[in-house]
């Protein structure tokens, strides 16, 4: 597989990947309402922090950036970063759960583990976020994180009519392996399940290795802290 050559745009993945904790609960709700507007109720991150069986990672703002000075909401220059303009649009939008001096929260992945099966419950991602492969980003971390517990294999459920995201988990390794009838309470939409083949094995090793270098390769590297 051709790694692209496309030079990385540190602007927009100058992210680093870690364990969720009580600093990020207002902002992942946030990202949460962004990425899915009609969810009822919504997730009680202070409740699934201390879930033994789940595990939440987050997408945050790691370059050397000032973390202590907010971008200007109004008017940015077209020469600002990408990342202040993006964070401008929310400011001038909402209010926002991000405050100057804080990390900034671009998208979270929640993971339940369960025997050998890691269920990724949620990837979440801010809309003005969308496209940079921070989506792809969680679900790469996601997938590191259930080897290291050596689960056996990663699965989710998908809106039948979420093609974008079904493309991006069959590209990892995830086929159809049922569908649950009615599972989205708020239209009563069926959700396809989706399962890896056992993640141990060489084969799907290989693939996702090159799938991760890919990412690398478009995006940038990303520091990655699991646990």
């Known amino acids: 597989m051709n790694v692209s050559r496309q030079s990385p745009d540190p602007d927009t993945m100058s992210y680093a990947v870690r364990p969720m904790d009580e600093r990020d609960m207002t902002q992942s709700a946030e990202v949460e309402r962004d990425a899915f507007p009609t969810l009822f109720p919504p997730t009680a991150f202070r409740r699934e922090l201390r879930n033994k069986i789940a595990r939440y990672l987050v997408a945050s703002r790691s370059d050397g950036n000032r ?52 269920h990724i419950v949620a990837i979440g991602v801010r809309n003005e976020f969308r496209g940079f492969g921070i989506g792809e980003l969680m679900l790469i971390a996601a997938i590191e994180q259930a080897m290291q517990l050596e689960s056996r294999v990663v699965t989710l459920e998908v809106r039948v009519s979420n093609f974008v995201a079904q493309n991006l988990y069959k590209k990892f390794g995830f086929s159809e392996r049922g569908i649950r009838k009615g599972y989205y309470t708020d239209n009563r939409e069926d959700a396809l399940i989706m399962t890896t083949d056992t993640i141990l094995s060489p084969e799907f090793n290989e693939r996702f290795v090159e799938l991760v270098q890919a990412h690398q390769g478009r995006w940038g590297r990303t520091e990655r802290t699991l646990f």
Not at 73 to 93: K, M, T, Y
Not at 95 to 111: C, D, H, I, K, L
Request: glycine share 8%; no cysteine.
């Open 67 to 118: 973390s202590d000075s907010a971008p200007e909401p109004s008017g940015p220059s077209e020469a600002a970063p990408l990342f202040n303009r993006l964070v401008s649009n929310i400011l001038r939008r909402r209010n926002s759960a991000w405050q100057p001096g804080q990390e900034f929260v671009a998208g979270f992945v929640g993971t339940w583990y369960m025997v050998d099966e890691a």
